[in-house]
């Protein structure tokens, strides 16, 4: 029999889906998501948006094989109606990012990792249902 000696880790990913109207920056997610400025959680809400916006930089999704961001990419990975929404908002001019977060990054990055979310408004869309535990 082996035993583990030492740092022992059950991470959780979540892969992410984001369609948005502007390109994607730290300032703009924090604004899309509910961050307030000079808020108790401000802290932590640029934090996630950090940890997001790292997750889009990897280039990679976890436990999917996908090398660009398309119709069937979000099929795949998404679900038909994320990918009838992306490609609708694609020919309007809209940005489509992908990447993942863990449950090892910070405190509302876990949170955001290890819950289903899914923001839809008219000028940004966030898919964050795909889980992994």
């Given at each position: 029999m082996l035993f583990r000696d030492g740092f022992v880790t059950n991470s959780s990913s979540t892969n992410f889906l984001i369609i948005s109207k502007k390109n994607l920056t730290p300032e703009y997610l924090f604004d899309r998501l509910g961050f307030v400025k000079d808020s108790p959680l401000e802290e932590y809400g640029r934090e996630l948006c950090r940890d997001i916006i790292d997750g889009i930089d990897r280039g990679t999704l976890r436990w999917f094989d996908i090398s660009e961001i398309n119709f069937e990419s979000v099929k795949e990975v998404?679900?038909?109606?994320?990918?009838?929404?992306?490609?609708?908002?694609?020919?309007?001019?809209?940005?489509?990012?992908m990447g993942y977060t863990s449950s090892d990054q910070g405190m509302?990055?876990?949170?955001?990792?290890?819950?289903?979310?899914?923001?839809?408004?008219?000028?940004?869309?966030?898919?964050?249902?795909n889980c992994t535990w």
């Open positions: 998404f679900g038909e109606k994320s990918a009838r929404l992306y490609a609708d908002k694609i020919k309007k001019g809209f940005h489509a990012y509302l990055t876990v949170l955001f990792t290890t819950d289903y979310m899914e923001i839809e408004e008219e000028d940004f869309y966030l898919n964050g249902l």
